[in-house]
């Protein structure tokens, strides 16, 4: 897709708005995790060299369009000072008398981070004032949030109307990592996807089954494409409705698209009774409940995994978290680095297969560690990012 990059700009002197993802998890008040701090930091530097005059817009947790001191932004001027190592100013408001003030006060190469986004209403309601408002803080607009590029709120999409608009260096990246997997992908192409239900990733199916040659199956969608076959997985994790599972594997049957499933598995009677977990074919479930892809299933889908030319990591095989289940996902994860150092790409979808692969050590070893969530998700459904679209020329 056409878009404007930042490479060869002029932003000397310029008020450059920057939409960046800073939506981190707190702690008691602390940053838990700097993950989306540090990918911020590529694009800011780039400008602060540039001599442009930076303002950060984001948005932390879910306010309601009402300011809440516990999810303002101000912790996260000094993470980024620290990483950037000059100094970030910090204004109480982003739009109005405040942030007006500060942005006045900038000089060529300051960074300022406005107040989060969302404790106005007109943020999420993409309203035309509100976006007018944050517009008029600035001379060029930069997205560089593409975690939060679904969302077609003021700060995402409706400002990218009103300005000179670019995709930042995060988001140029995230967009080219993520179109090469529907774009003339080598083969062999194949999805590792898990998760929890299938229903929630029907649409990553059936757009994915136009371009891979396999999937391998993992998590609480497993166990209910296994109960769809008429498979018994005891208390296991699945969904009440097995039609999706049944279409999604008549479709892949037509189009020649293997679906690897588990032949055996990680149980336990419960899911807290860790102590108790142990292997068992599938078939032979019983009551105990389904935590993990078993060694079998690993070994045959990292057999899969390591012959691939082009792999996307869609969700982990188990209750990663645990490290009585760690096991499925964690070779998974070094088949995928094995493939990834004999030449494939491979793109680790946002959410929890990100958290996985950091978790279990082999996010720096695959091609792009995707930053969304539900972004990521809807592009590989093959569906419109509003924030991405607003940036096309």
Known sequence: ???????????????????????????????ADYTRVDAAIATLRLLHAGGARTIVLSHLGRPDGHADPRLSLAPLAPALAARLGFPVAFARDCVGEAAQTAVAALHDGDVLLLENVRFHPGEERNDPQFAAALARLGDLYVNDAFGTAHRAHASTEGVAHLLPAYAGLLMEAELAALERLTRDPAEPFVCAIGGAKVKDKIGVFTHLMEHVTS?????????????????????????????????????????GVRLHLPTDAVVAPRFDADADAHVVPIGAIG??????????????YA?????????????????????????????????IARATAAGAVSVVGGG???????????????????????????????????GVAALET
């Open 303 to 335: 057999d899969v995994l390591v012959r691939a030319r082009t792999i996307v990591f869609n969700g982990p095989m188990g209750v990663y978290e645990k490290p009585a289940y760690q096991n499925g996902t964690r070779t998974i994860g070094a088949a």
């Open 287 to 300: 009551d105990a409940m389904i935590l993990d892809i078993g060694p079998q299933t690993a070994a045959a």
């Open 1 to 31: 897709m056409p878009f404007r990059g930042l490479h060869g700009l002029d932003v000397r002197g310029k008020r450059v708005l920057v939409r960046e993802d800073l939506n981190v998890p707190l702690r008691d008040g602390a940053i």
């Open 215 to 255: 999937f391998c199956v993992g998590g609480g969608m497993a166990n209910t494409f296994l109960a769809a076959r008429g498979i018994d997985v005891g208390t296991s994790l699945r969904d009440d409705d097995l039609q999706p599972a049944r279409t999604i594997d008549a479709l892949a049957t037509a189009k």
């Open 352 to 386: 929890d297969a990100a958290a996985a692969a950091h978790l279990l050590g082999f996010a720096d070893s695959v091609t792009h560690v995707s930053t969304g969530g539900g972004a990521t998700l809807e592009f590989l459904e093959g569906r419109v990012l509003p």
